[in-house]
């Protein structure tokens, strides 16, 4: 069974940055990964890192936060990190991290349903 806390989120104004930290527990995962749900939206992909034997370690980003945010880990901690910067209010929403246990393929890894457990969810605030 696996367990996930998450922590970081909070209130910034736009242009501003926030770090946000997922502790995982209880089993080794290959596929860390960051969504967020603007209120009335669909939960929506923003990063993913993986690590598999054959190549390594991976990441890809939604375009509409390439080059703002960066999604890091510390496997010695099991935690996954997401550094957002350059905030605009659009970012605004609950992140939530997620996890899996295999590294999945290109087409797995932005979609929801491919990812074994969920954080709580963390909400993240932006404004003008």
């Known amino acids: 069974q696996g367990q996930l806390v998450e922590s970081g989120g909070g209130l910034v104004q736009a242009g501003g940055s926030l770090r946000l930290s997922c502790a995982a527990s209880?089993?080794?995962?290959?596929?860390f990964g960051w969504f967020r749900q603007a209120p009335g939206k669909e939960r929506e992909f923003v990063a993913v890192?993986?690590?598999?034997?054959?190549?390594?370690?991976?990441?890809y980003y939604a375009d509409s936060v390439k080059g703002r945010f960066t999604i890091s880990r510390d496997n010695a901690k099991n935690t996954v990190y997401l550094q957002m910067n350059s905030l605009k209010p659009e970012d605004t929403a609950v992140y939530y991290c997620?996890?899996?246990?295999?590294?999945?393929?290109?087409?797995?890894?932005?979609?929801?349903?491919?990812?074994?457990?969920w954080g709580q969810g963390t909400q993240v605030t932006v404004s003008s």
């Open positions: 890192s993986t690590w598999s034997a054959w190549s390594g370690d991976s990441t």
């Open positions: 997620a996890v899996a246990l295999l590294p999945g393929t290109t087409a797995q890894i932005m979609g929801a349903g491919s990812y074994d457990y």
């Open positions: 209880g089993r080794t995962f290959r596929r």
